[in-house]
């Protein structure tokens, strides 16, 4: 080793220590001031002027308090161990909110009242001028604006016309807005309340916590109370912005936040803007080249997020989104409910999550449900490693789960489907393991060709077409005339079925040798509600184990997807094995119980599958 390299090394190990000891924490009050340190004593007013200040390895304190900002970190962390923190202190509520109080309601008949602002008060985002808009949006015939009216944290519907707001209040009150040269005026019922004695907002700000740049990595946004963004539609070939987005980043963690009343998206883990934004509805694959190309899409540079103990509720279009930038990511025991309800539009992109290229993506753990239109959990082009698992997901109008034109390979165990639709699919590639099901499968074929890649990565492999077929299932519970696997009987690539139990008229695929069908055995299930989580009531019988011996469900026994030639493994290439329950208990490794629960006991069962958050 030179004299020079030795020099190097022992400027490096000082200077370690030094990094860690000036690692800065900036405390925010909504009484201080942005002229100060930042210290504990002299702590600042904004969460911005505190992101401008903050480096690499630094931590933003915020204390108790409404703030009404959006944060535009513009900068992040370095790595993992060297991140911009985010956090409510501790035992605190902090409110970070994307509205304003709005005073100086008059009264104008029946529950309708009117305010008039001036339009320099929205500065030069005035979201009752701007529409919701974006590839596969459907307006239906009408128009929408980013705007919104709150009376406390209730949320109003926009009317479709400035006569409905006239009208009586009927079941949900009604807001309509008008923008001249001037002025911006809100008309919005209130029955029985005057706004200007209650706590009413309206949005002004188009997101909440969103970094303008690109590649903005490594911040955790931790313990806050997000809520009221005017977001735009996040479409897949367009910059998808929530309330909150990791805007083609990479390394976010997301946690322990409460985030709602987003007119679109709560979260958003998606693509960048460019000069293609919403123009690339029939071309999506050009959306896909051009981020490899251009966009640095690399497990080295976007992804790898984590998104864990959220409650995620009262957006217009999903809970969760992301268009590419979703790959590597882990989404993990979040709340998701009260997603695209209600809004008098239509379109293909709405569901609880709603990820395309979900890429080594790990889904653990979530409940999922009153997610209308489409889809709990909608996985769109290009699943591939992905993992959907231990998840509760129930009451969704369209169906819990949804593969489209995926190619896999993908695994879906563990899991409780309980809405009127389980799974609809035109994908291939997939594996169905300990799952507990009660309601319609629905499979076809597609001719879209869309693509698949290499392993445990963005680059291309290839591309194919969507037969039916290439599936495995194996150890599922399945209960109901309308679940019926008897769909795959016309598969033209191969089916493998096994250890399945069919329950009270649930109908096995013919390739199901030996399936163990019990027509006349009622499971009685029911899902309630306490005030300390949901329970699931099931009825078992022990003796399935010895009248059907099952094997344990490994990469060895999956197999291979076929139309990418790609093993069943974990995100890490390390083999897979299903070897513990929805409860994280372990299984038998000679003959694991079939459904979501090992040895859950006899007789009628009363689970709690669900705790309830306390925030």
């Excluded at 030069?124 to 009216?149: I, L, M, T």
């Excluded at 979260?267 to 051009?290: C, E, F, M, P, V």
């Excluded at 080594?360 to 996985?379: E, F, M, P, R, S």
């Excluded at 059907?548 to 094995?577: H, M, W, Y």
Aim: charged content about 20%; glycine content about 10%; some cysteine.
């Amino acid at each position: 080793m030179t004299m020079n390299n030795v020099l190097t090394l022992l400027a490096a190990l000082l200077l370690a220590p030094l990094a860690a000891v000036h690692a800065t924490e900036f405390h925010v009050v909504t009484n201080g001031n942005d002229t100060a340190t930042g210290s504990a004593t002299a702590p600042l007013r904004t969460i911005q002027r505190a992101a401008e200040l903050a480096q690499p390895g630094d931590v933003i304190t915020v204390h108790a308090g409404v703030y009404r900002e959006r944060i535009n970190p513009p900068r992040g962390g370095e790595s993992d161990d060297k991140r911009i923190t985010y956090q409510a202190a501790p035992g605190e509520k902090v409110v970070i909110t994307g509205s304003e109080v709005v005073k100086g309601w008059e009264r104008v008949n029946n529950d309708t009242w009117k305010v008039t602002l001036p339009n320099n008060f929205f500065g030069a985002f005035n979201p009752y001028v701007e529409k919701v808009h974006g590839d596969w949006f459907s307006p239906q015939g009408r128009e929408h604006h980013r705007g919104c009216v709150y009376l406390g944290e209730n949320w109003l519907t926009e009317a479709k016309t400035s006569t409905d707001v006239l009208t009586p209040a009927g079941k949900g009150a009604l807001w309509f807005g008008t923008v001249d040269a001037t002025n911006t005026t809100i008309w919005a019922q209130f029955p029985g309340v005057n706004p200007n004695d209650a706590n009413v907002e309206i949005n002004v700000r188009p997101t909440v916590f969103t970094p303008e740049k690109t590649n903005i990595d490594y911040i955790t946004v931790r313990g806050f109370k997000l809520r009221n963004a005017a977001s735009n539609w996040a479409a897949p070939t367009s910059g998808q912005h929530g309330l909150v987005t990791a805007y083609w980043c990479k390394g976010w963690i997301i946690e322990n936040n409460e985030i709602y009343n987003s007119r679109c998206c709560g979260i958003a883990l998606g693509k960048y803007s460019d000069q293609y934004d919403n123009k690339r509805r029939s071309n999506y694959d050009g959306t896909i080249a051009d981020a490899l190309k251009s966009g640095g899409w690399t497990k080295e540079n976007i992804g790898s997020h984590v998104v864990r103990n959220n409650h995620i509720h009262h957006c217009g279009q999903t809970g969760i989104v992301g268009s590419l930038g979703c790959a590597f990511s882990l989404i993990e025991n979040n709340e998701i409910h009260e997603i695209c309800l209600n809004q008098g539009w239509a379109g293909e992109e709405m569901a609880g999550i709603k990820f395309h290229a979900a890429i080594d993506v790990i889904i653990k753990g979530n409940h999922i449900y009153n997610c209308g239109q489409l889809a709990g959990i909608w996985l769109d082009w290009m699943a591939q490693g992905t993992q959907v698992i231990g998840n509760l997901l129930h009451d969704n109008p369209g169906r819990d789960i949804y593969t489209e034109v995926d190619h896999g390979p993908f695994l879906i165990a563990n899991n409780i489907l309980l809405s009127p639709i389980a799974y609809r699919a035109n994908s291939q590639g997939g594996a169905f393991v300990h799952n507990l099901i009660v309601s319609h499968i629905w499979v076809s074929a597609d001719r879209r060709e869309t693509p698949y890649h290499k392993a445990h990565s963005t680059e291309l492999a290839g591309r194919h077409d969507c037969p039916v077929g290439d599936v495995r299932w194996y150890n599922n519970l399945l209960a109901g005339q309308r679940c019926n696997l008897s769909v795959y009987d016309v598969a033209t690539l191969p089916v493998a079925a096994a250890g399945n139990v069919y329950l009270k008229g649930a109908q096995a695929t013919k390739f199901d040798k030996q399936a163990l069908i019990k027509k006349d055995f009622d499971p009685g299930i029911k899902l309630l509600q306490n005030s300390d989580g949901w329970y699931l009531e099931i009825a078992t019988e022990p003796a399935w184990a010895t009248e059907q011996p099952r094997q344990l469900v490994t990469t060895k026994l999956l197999g291979k997807a076929i139309i990418p030639d790609l093993p069943f493994e974990n995100p890490d290439g390390s083999p897979l094995k299903v070897d513990k329950d929805y409860f994280g208990k372990k299984r038998s490794e000679t003959n694991p119980t079939p459904g979501p629960f090992e040895n859950p006991g006899t007789g009628l069962l009363n689970l709690k599958v669900w705790e309830a958050k306390t925030e």
